[in-house]
């Protein structure tokens, strides 16, 4: 059974770097042709794609965060991660990582809140 | 990119009740559509993807339809189970993979 796991601070401050980090368990990441992204859920409000991210290191991002967002991979630690550079209050969200069949999302993880605070 | 609007955005029903909740795409997206189900606290679930293909273990009681801008879905005997909110997404290659705005389906 595959399983994905998000880590990483959950206080930004305004102006700096969001940082956060996927951990696939159950599963090589390199495995099959699927992709891994990134979501994001504001409180009380609906699902924004961030991004994805094949083992082949390709990557595709949200136009609307394109300038802010870099995804990367590490396969030899199972792991895809997350980098949202210049955060505002907007960037406050439950942060998801998902595995994309690569158009669908099948696993997620738990999803953390990543709050964006001086 | 493609806009996906799901109506209505809260649907009141009763245990046992079929009920159906539409997604319209601003453009075709051919049958590149997914239905999710999440809940209170939780990330959501896969029900649907490709538009009508039930992901494996899912009941049956839940089914998709539709094709090009305009899709369904149904739950054809609702359960307790089924109160949460339910979100469409569509997977077109050429725009940025979108999500509907939710559709909560609460107890009457």
């Known amino acids: 059974q595959v399983q994905l796991q998000e880590s990483g601070p959950g206080l930004v401050k305004p102006s700096q770097t969001l940082s956060l980090t996927c951990t696939v368990s159950?599963?090589?990441?390199?495995?099959?042709?699927?992709?891994w992204s990134w979501i994001r859920q504001p409180a009380g409000k609906g699902l924004e794609w961030i991004g994805r991210?094949?083992?082949?290191?390709?990557?595709n991002y949200n136009p609307s965060l394109r300038s802010r967002v870099t995804i990367s991979v590490d396969t030899s630690k199972n792991q895809f991660s997350l980098k949202l550079s210049s955060v505002t209050a907007a960037d406050t969200a439950v942060y998801y990582c998902a595995r994309g069949r690569p158009h669908s999302f099948d696993y997620w993880g738990q999803g953390t809140l990543v709050t964006v605070s001086s | 990119d493609i806009q996906m609007t799901q109506s209505p955005s809260t649907l009141s029903a009763s245990v046992g009740d079929r009920v159906t909740i539409t997604c319209r795409a601003s453009q075709s997206i051919s049958s590149w559509l997914a239905w999710y189900q999440q809940k209170p606290g939780k990330a959501p679930k896969l029900l649907i993807y490709?538009?009508?293909s039930l992901e494996t273990g899912v009941p049956s009681r839940f089914s998709g339809s539709g094709s090009g801008t305009e899709f369904t879905l149904a739950i054809s005997s609702l359960q307790p189970d089924d109160f949460a909110t339910y979100y469409c997404q569509q997977y077109n290659s050429y725009s940025p993979l979108t999500f509907g705005g939710g559709t909560k389906v609460e107890i009457k």
């Open positions: 490709k538009a009508s």
């Open positions: 159950g599963g090589s990441i390199s495995s099959g042709s699927y992709c």
């Open positions: 991210i094949f083992t082949s290191g390709s990557t």
